[in-house]
C-alpha cells in the first residue's frame, strides 16, 4: 500500500534490479508521490517507476485532491527528466482516472484491478471494460495528451 522504503529496501532492490536484468528482464518500482530517489533508481537500472495512487484516489473522493495529484505529478516529471518510463496504480477507477491521465499524459500505463471488479458486479465486465477504455482514449485524444496508453 505505498512505494518502497529506501533506507530498508535500496541494498536488496539493486540486487534484485541486477539480478533481473541479467535475466534480460523489464523492471518497476512502486514508489510513492513525491519520492526523492528517482535519480538513484535510474542509476541501478531501474526502467520505469509506478506511482502509488492511492493518496490521490482517497483525496479525489473527499474532493480536494490538487496537492496530492501535483505530487504525482512532479515525480512523473523527475522519473521522465532521469529517463524513466512511469506507470500509476492503486484505488484508481472510473471516477478518478481521467483527472490522473489528464495531468500526467505520458503515463505509460496504469493499473487497474480491484475498482474495474468492483464496478463491474453492478455493469458487467464488459461495460465496466468498455468504459475504462473510454476513458483512456478520450484523455488520449485531448489536446496536449502525449502518452501512449495501454489498456486497463
Known sequence: DHGFDRDTDFPRLQAMIREYKACGARTSVFVDPGCTVIAELADCGVDRIEIY???F???HAGGAFERELEACVVTA?????CGLG???G???SQANLATL???IPTLAEVSIGH???AEALYA???VTVRNYLDIIRRCASAPGAGGARQSP
Open 124 to 126: 458487467g465486465l464488459g
Open 101 to 103: 491521465l489528464q495531468a
Open 77 to 81: 516529471q523527475h522519473a521522465r527528466e
Open 86 to 88: 512511469v506507470n500509476a
Open 57 to 59: 484516489a482517497q483525496a
Open 115 to 117: 475498482a474495474l471488479f
Open 90 to 92: 492503486h484505488d484508481l
Open 53 to 55: 495512487t492511492g493518496p
